[in-house]
């Protein structure tokens, strides 16, 4: 192969892996809403010479009924998102400023970022954005809403003040965590606003200049609708959900197993949430970011797994878990046709 063909690629391969693990928006970088999906723009980008384009790592699902994280919306005044449960209608002359990047490999989601818009955008004015961490993939020591905002404040760089250490709080009659800090320097301040639905801390990030507005904003999430079994401790599932296990995919539960086989090597993670059926059959495959030929490969195998039903009270019940394919604790074995990774359960 041409050495500079050679060096472009692994460039390119370098750029397209770190683009996939940022998960911090960018106003300048990012597209407005609605642009990207431009036709027009598209079709004028043009492709340096010698540089081979290698799509990054994203989100898949195996049908497009079921709902996602990811599938938030922002739509006349509305930001809804089916998979939480969560309608939030927007205070008058809001709408979303920019699109977040896709779900990280520790599956954390940007999921709108929400302010006012045109003369309302003044110097006083806040903004909101919402992201969700999955907490069967989060790498940080928590386990719910209440400790991950602690591991926030524990951490905060040294040129932020904290201005309410974590507490709980009652905002459109569920409990939150809630965290406020600011920056002297820059003179914002940030309300952090912890909750966790279907073993996700989903997070609303108030910043301003204005505490009043802050405090406004705050008030104004009371017209908030979010599924009733939630809060800062608690937020499992059941009822119309599946019950979420962290773990549950363990050798114990399974009954049959196929390793998905990639054509090519692959050493990155690949985050996987699964719904399995009361009858032990997985009825829904989402995997929050992985390759195209590694989606394909992961699909394909978790097809044909076969699980033990869950039991609550005696009766089957749907279960939602996590797998990570790749990052084995131990090295994948070869096999002939193509490379193999074992998936471990997340612990």
Not at 7 to 35: D, F, I, M
Not at 295 to 304: E, F, K, N, V
Request: overall charge neutral; proline content about 9%.
């Amino acid at each position: 192969m041409n050495l500079r063909l050679l060096h472009y690629l692994v460039l390119v391969v370098l750029c397209a892996s770190l683009g996939a693990e940022s998960q911090t928006p960018n106003p300048e970088a990012s597209p407005k809403a609605g642009v990207a999906s431009s036709p027009n723009q598209a079709s004028i980008t043009k492709v340096p010479s010698e540089v081979i384009l290698v799509k990054g790592a994203s989100p898949s699902s195996s049908d497009s009924v079921t709902p996602v994280p990811e599938g938030a919306t922002v739509s006349q005044g509305l930001f809804s998102d089916p998979y939480f449960g969560i309608a939030y209608p927007l205070p008058e002359g809001w709408t979303q400023e920019y699109l977040g990047p896709p779900p990280s490999e520790s599956g954390r989601y940007v999921l709108a970022q929400i302010g006012p818009a045109g003369k309302r955008a003044g110097a006083n004015s806040a903004s909101m954005l919402i992201t969700a961490q999955d907490m069967f993939f989060t790498p940080l020591p928590a386990t719910d809403a209440l400790e991950l905002t602690a591991y926030l404040k524990n951490h905060l760089q040294a040129d932020y003040a904290v201005e309410t250490s974590p507490t709980l709080i009652n905002v459109a009659g569920r409990t939150f965590s809630f965290f406020a800090y600011w920056s002297p320097a820059a003179e914002l301040h940030w309300y952090v606003l912890g909750i966790e639905i279907r073993c996700h801390v989903v997070q609303f990030i108030l910043t301003g200049r204005d505490t009043n507005s802050l405090h406004s904003l705050l008030r104004d999430m009371s017209r908030m609708k979010l599924p009733t079994e939630v809060s800062a401790s608690a937020g499992n599932g059941g009822g119309s959900d599946p019950v979420c296990i962290k773990d549950y995919a363990r050798d114990s539960n399974v009954m049959a197993r196929v390793d998905p086989v990639f054509t090519q090597p692959r050493f990155d993670p690949a985050p996987v949430r699964i719904v399995i059926n009361r009858q032990g059959r997985i009825k829904h495959i989402h995997v929050i970011s992985a390759f195209p030929d590694q989606a394909r490969a992961i699909t394909d195998a978790l097809g044909q797994w076969r699980f033990k039903p869950y039991l609550v009270d005696g009766k089957p019940t749907e279960v939602e878990t996590g797998i990570m394919f790749g990052r084995a604790p131990h090295a994948p074995a070869a096999r002939a046709g193509g490379s193999s990774l074992r998936p471990h359960a997340v612990r």
